[in-house]
């Protein structure tokens, strides 16, 4: 199966604002709204952020925002803080025998 | 609270079989898709199998399809997953991940996932 394509790295000052993007196909990402971000931490299980693009649930913060623009779905993160630095990954549904398109992840660091 | 506790993990040889487990607590495990997800040491996750709530449904990854099976039973709360003709290359934290749910309807993301357990394939 074909990845979403993460750049490797992102890296931002404390109180600045990043942007990681998810660039998928007409078939997964541009196809349905479905894509969700998550955030792991080294040696943790990812965490849920992002839920149908641009979705929060409960309890993650609102610094975090999620959009889409054709194939390319974008992660935000506004006001960057210290425990920010981890790898954030996007997932989009795509149907089929295997449903989910995963990203490649993307390592964000706070200067 | 919801939890999701993986176990069966080990070292296995190359052409092995194994079974993971995953005991769900916290909710109503019948209620939700399921899934497994895994990660290479120091790679990205990928993704690996899902399964319906009632069981009968079931997806795989390309790579794993044909040796790895995926099941449930929803009297013991427990996800199942049980790999076979294992490589050097399925060597990876194997995580659980419970599938979204908003308003009742099932939703494509995974809300809740489990502390992991590795399986390393070697000789």
């Known amino acids: 199966q074909s990845a979403l394509t993460q750049p490797a790295s992102v890296s931002g000052s404390p109180g600045q604002s990043i942007t990681v993007s998810c660039t998928g196909t007409s078939s997964d990402v541009g196809r349905y709204d479905y894509v969700s971000w998550y955030q792991q931490h080294p040696g943790k299980a990812p965490k849920f952020l992002i839920y149908d693009v641009n979705n929060r649930p409960s309890g993650v913060s609102t610094r975090f925002s999620g959009s889409k623009s054709g194939n390319t779905a974008s992660l935000t993160i506004s006001g960057l803080q210290a425990e920010d630095e981890a790898d954030y990954y996007c997932i989009s549904y795509k149907g089929g025998l295997s449903p989910y398109a995963f990203g490649t992840g993307t390592k964000v660091t706070v200067l | 609270e919801v939890q999701l506790v993986e ?42 199998s899902s399964i319906s709530t009632g069981g009968t449904t079931t997806y795989y990854a390309d790579s794993v399809r044909a040796r790895f099976t995926i099941s ?3 009297s013991k709360n427990t996800l199942y997953l049980q790999m076979g003709s294992l490589r050097a290359e399925d060597t990876a934290v194997f995580y659980c991940a419970r599938g979204g749910r908003v308003g009742g309807a099932k939703q494509y993301f995974f809300d809740y996932w489990g502390q992991g357990a590795l399986v390393t394939v070697s000789s």
């Open chain 2, 7 to 48: 176990s069966g993990a080990g070292l296995i040889q190359p052409g092995g079989s194994l079974r993971l487990s995953c005991t769900a607590s916290g909710f109503i495990f019948s209620d939700y898709a399921l899934h497994w997800v895994r990660q290479a040491p120091g790679k990205g996750l990928e993704y690996v």
């Open chain 2, 72 to 74: 449930r039973d929803n």
